[in-house]
């Protein structure tokens, strides 16, 4: 079983920075690629980034590539988004996400899910 908390959301403006975190608990952290989605009202949950257990593969969605940094501290069981020059279409409910095994998307690899934190991007 794993856990996810989120936290560090939060009402910006537009070309605002902000810093989201996700901890987690459970024995088999290292099992796990962690990644962050997001979710607007009306649309589905939608990939955003995603980093394996070492950090040397990373993905992004193509549209944070270059404004969005996924990083992780293993010795922490968290990992981070650093969110720059937010825009007011980056305003959702970013969840945390713990994926394995195979899927068509990533979404379909998560296996647990955390319980989300609002960001929101006033223009």
């Known amino acids: 079983q794993v856990q996810l908390v989120e936290s560090g959301g939060g009402l910006v403006q537009a070309g605002g920075s902000l810093r989201l975190s996700c901890t987690t608990s459970g024995r088999t952290f290292y099992s796990y690629m962690l990644g962050w989605f997001r979710q607007a009202p009306g649309k589905e949950r939608d990939f955003v980034a995603g980093?394996?257990?070492?950090?040397?593969?990373?993905n992004y969605a193509d549209s944070v590539k270059g404004r969005f940094t996924i990083s992780r501290d293993n010795a922490k069981n968290a990992v981070y988004l650093q969110m720059n020059s937010l825009k007011p279409e980056d305003t959702a409910v970013y969840y945390c996400g713990a994926m394995s095994g195979p899927g068509n998307t990533e979404r379909d690899r998560v296996r647990y899910w955390g319980q989300g934190t609002q960001v929101t991007v006033s223009s």
């Open positions: 980093i394996n257990y070492s950090g040397d593969k990373i």
